[in-house]
């Protein structure tokens, strides 16, 4: 499970202490002859963002429904087992870009599929969302857009990388994302 928004990562040195502390009979030489633990999520989750416009909000009960152009298309694991890791952490921004911080309340965030799954963070406490606002979802740096689908025919979106800081940001397009034409192309 990915340790979302914690102040320092544990190096990897720590990482193995702990383990032999938690669970010494991994290191036996009896049980395994070897340990190898996946690290990527650690390595990757942390080195993205996906930015998107709410297009459309929906009072609930208990809070409001935000709908944004990327749902389990992007967000699989989160969608389809969000047991498996932490929810994504939301930042919201008014359509001019500015953040916005009062006015919390309870939110789900889902994607624009038409079918109850599409929820890639549920209960989460917010700024209110407003249509226009953008939508960020952090850390999506590990088992988004690599386990992406097509679902719906759905296009991949466009993706940058970033380079500098908050006053000087540089921007490189990674890739174009896809056409329409590309996705439709399946069905020839």
């Known amino acids: 499970m990915c340790a979302y928004s914690v102040p320092q990562d544990p190096t990897f040195?720590?990482?193995s202490d702990v383990l032999h502390v938690e669970a010494p009979s991994l290191f036996d030489g009896v049980t395994f002859r070897r340990v190898v633990t996946e690290m990527g999520a650690m390595m990757n989750c942390r080195f993205a963002f996906y930015a998107s416009v709410c297009e459309v909000?929906?009072?609930t009960d208990g809070g409001t429904i935000a709908m944004v152009h990327n749902?389990?298309?992007q967000f699989m694991r989160a969608c389809y087992a969000?047991?498996?890791?932490k929810p994504?952490?939301?930042r919201v921004f008014d359509k001019n870009g500015a953040a916005k911080k009062d006015n919390l309340a309870l939110?789900?965030?889902a994607g624009p599929l038409c079918f109850a799954g599409d929820i890639v963070v549920s209960g989460v406490e917010a700024p209110q969302i407003e249509v226009g606002d953008i939508v960020v979802l952090e850390e999506a740096g590990g088992n988004t857009h690599s386990i992406r689908t097509t679902h719906c025919s759905r296009r991949s979106p466009p993706v940058y990388g970033y380079e500098g800081e908050e006053e000087g940001l540089k921007f490189t397009v990674l890739s174009k994302g896809s056409s329409y034409e590309e996705v439709l192309k399946v069905w020839d």
């Open 13 to 15: 040195q720590e990482y």
């Open 57 to 59: 909000t929906k009072p």
């Open 71 to 73: 749902g389990s298309d």
């Open 82 to 85: 969000p047991h498996m890791r």
């Open 88 to 90: 994504h952490p939301v």
């Open 107 to 109: 939110h789900d965030i």
